[in-house]
């Protein structure tokens, strides 16, 4: 059952159950009226996934919503096994009246994403143990060697990783955000980037990701699934 799915099966086996694949992960939200109400949903997702809850489920309650993620724990994608465990918990939610939103397109508040940090680099080794140490985190689970990006053991903070360069760039910013958002929020946030004083800089690998601006030259990609398997080639 934890046998190597591509981005494309992933992506077409969740989105129809409400869930979006994003950067690595299953994800939901579902709309609560309260706090004690999400963690009745979350209660209801625990259960559902069962045996799977502990290495395969994190769950962030808010007052209005319950975030619901879905990937093994010693695994960098979504396995066989998180989509059985997706399908129960969707299941569970919609007996209780619920429905999983992705929030796409502005429904639902803000989508569903997950936030990188990217730091540019010469020596990727010399300065990861740097950021490791002082923001407390650790390797990524099943990923290794000195490029790897380093995450929060607490899932509270984003993900960090390390792009290497071949010579001093000075006159750009060193670190940027990446935004990995579901490949059909991706239109929308682009849009509302720009409308909102952005500018693109570069698209040519789209729809894999975006590099866009702000006035003063600050980037941020907008990135999805979708492309990937190129750019692994």
């Not at 619901?68 to 096994?81: G, H, K, M, N, Y």
């Not at 960090?160 to 490949?183: A, G």
Request: proline share 6%; charged share 25%; net charge negative.
């Amino acid at each position: 059952m934890d046998g190597k799915l591509s981005r494309q099966d992933i992506s077409a086996a969740i989105s129809g159950l409400g869930w979006r694949y994003v950067l690595s992960v299953a994800r939901t939200s579902v709309p609560v009226g309260t706090l004690a109400e999400a963690v009745d949903v979350a209660g209801r997702a625990v259960a559902a996934a069962g045996v799977d809850a502990d290495g395969h489920l994190l769950v962030d309650l808010r007052a209005d919503r319950v975030i619901l993620t879905v990937r093994s724990a010693d695994s960098t994608s979504v396995t066989p096994r998180d989509l059985e465990v997706v399908r129960r918990i969707s299941a569970a939610v919609r007996e209780a009246g619920l429905s999983p939103e992705p929030g796409v397109g502005g429904e639902a508040g803000r989508s569903v994403q997950a936030l990188e940090v990217a730091i540019d680099a010469l020596d990727i080794a010399a300065v990861r143990p740097f950021w490791k140490s002082v923001l407390g985190y650790d390797d990524e689970p099943g990923a290794s060697g000195p490029q790897a990006a380093i995450v929060d053991p607490l899932g509270q903070g984003p993900a960090v990783w390390f792009q290497q360069m071949s010579e001093p760039r000075r006159d750009r910013n060193r670190i940027h955000l990446d935004i990995s958002v579901p490949h059909d929020e991706a239109p929308h946030r682009i849009r509302a980037a720009l409308a909102a004083g952005g500018v693109l800089r570069y698209d040519a690998e789209a729809p894999a990701f975006w590099v866009l601006a702000d006035v003063e030259g600050n980037e941020a990609c907008v990135t999805t699934w979708q492309g990937r398997d190129a750019l692994d080639d």
